[in-house]
């Protein structure tokens, strides 16, 4: 079987961006690696901790290196638009992590672009390679379901990590920047289906109280072109120590030949402990307590990586190299995620429904 051979920039060496970093240099099929970052010596660190031929702060010389053949841009959320387009440009495959951009505005910048170069492109919704996710993504396509009617769904975490997210983009609130994971997941169990409203409502005080204008909790009503509704909200100001590594969640599905439920809370899953449990995205903080698969990209098992970031860049990655079916969010895909995430925020400001 022939493989072709694969140069990989990945932009932004912070924990996304490492990970699939990481992950890219045990691929078969990648033959170059390059990382960037602006704080120059977290692309070094990154660059030893998974042998890239190189590592740089210049995100653009990179993108345009002759042996880079596909980029893998994983910076803060309002740093996405200048490397994709440039890759785009050059006519180069991209993996964006999620959300597309921050604004609709340069979502259809990057739309017009890829349709204009004809470049691949997609964006990673990693929680669609949850394995619970992708089974009922199969029961909903076998039929088991029927026409589905209703969605009802909640993820909740710690205010410690919102205030990490925060502090790297304070345009990425626990709706657009988390919530999106399962707006992405009710569009496609209703593929094909138009979102057409949004109603939403929240309300908080820890974030307030930190100095970040953002919701604690906020919760919305999608209705589709259907008549399907949709029902997510979503909780990010649990105590710092409560047992989540990454988001709790719980999905349940019903349509008029089943229903579904999914339950990700992963407390099946408790460690307690007098050696400390760290948080891999909170620096400084160890647990006692911990639900240990609740990391939402995945967790380190002997020296791998597993979990759904581990899957989606792999499967991107063969993709790439060997054409293996790609079932990653498309440009449009996001856009329509982040146009009901912004309309979210939106309804919820001005206590109005939006009509997308």
């Not at 992708?134 to 009617?149: A, N």
């Not at 409203?197 to 100095?211: I, K």
Request: net charge negative; aromatic share 8%.
């Amino acid at each position: 079987m022939i493989a072709k051979e694969l140069g990989i920039a990945v932009i932004g060496s912070g924990r996304i961006g490492s990970l699939r970093a990481i992950l890219s240099s045990g691929h078969p099929a990648v033959k170059f690696l390059g990382v960037s970052d602006k704080e120059i010596n977290y692309a070094k660190k990154l660059s030893e901790k998974c042998n890239a031929n190189l590592y740089t702060d210049n995100n653009s010389d990179l993108i345009s290196h002759p042996d880079v053949n596909a980029v893998i841009v994983s910076t803060s959320e309002h740093e996405h638009l200048a490397s994709v387009m440039q890759a785009l440009e050059l006519g180069k495959p991209v993996l964006v992590e999620k959300p597309i951009a921050l604004t609709l505005s340069d979502a259809d910048k990057i739309i017009s672009k890829v349709k204009e170069t004809g470049t691949l492109m997609r964006v990673g919704y990693a929680q669609r390679f949850k394995r619970r996710y992708l089974s009922g993504k199969d029961q909903v396509i076998s039929g088991r379901i029927g026409d589905i009617l209703a969605l009802n769904g909640r993820a909740c975490n710690t205010r410690a990590q919102g205030i990490e997210i925060l502090k790297r983009s304070v345009h990425a609130t626990p709706v657009v920047d988390v919530l999106t994971y399962w707006v992405d997941v009710a569009c496609w169990y209703l593929e094909g289906i138009k979102p057409v409203e949004v109603t939403a409502r929240g309300t908080g005080s820890v974030f307030r109280d930190a100095g970040y204008d953002v919701n604690d909790t906020t919760w919305a009503l999608i209705t589709f072109e259907n008549g399907a509704v949709v029902n997510l909200g979503v909780f990010f100001a649990l105590p710092e120590h409560s047992p989540q590594l990454g988001m709790g969640v719980r999905i349940e599905v019903f349509g008029n030949e089943g229903s579904l439920i999914l339950n990700d809370d992963h407390t099946d899953e408790l460690l307690i402990t007098n050696k400390g449990i760290p948080h891999a995205y909170i620096p400084n903080l160890d647990f006692k307590t911990a639900f240990l698969s609740s990391s939402t990209p995945g967790n380190w098992h002997l020296g791998d990586y597993w979990g759904p970031v581990a899957d989606e860049t792999r499967v991107w990655l063969d993709h790439l190299s060997k054409g293996r079916a790609c079932p990653m969010a498309t440009v449009e895909d996001a856009r329509k995620t982040l146009e009901i995430t912004l309309a979210m925020e939106e309804s919820a400001k001005n206590y109005t429904t939006i009509r997308l």
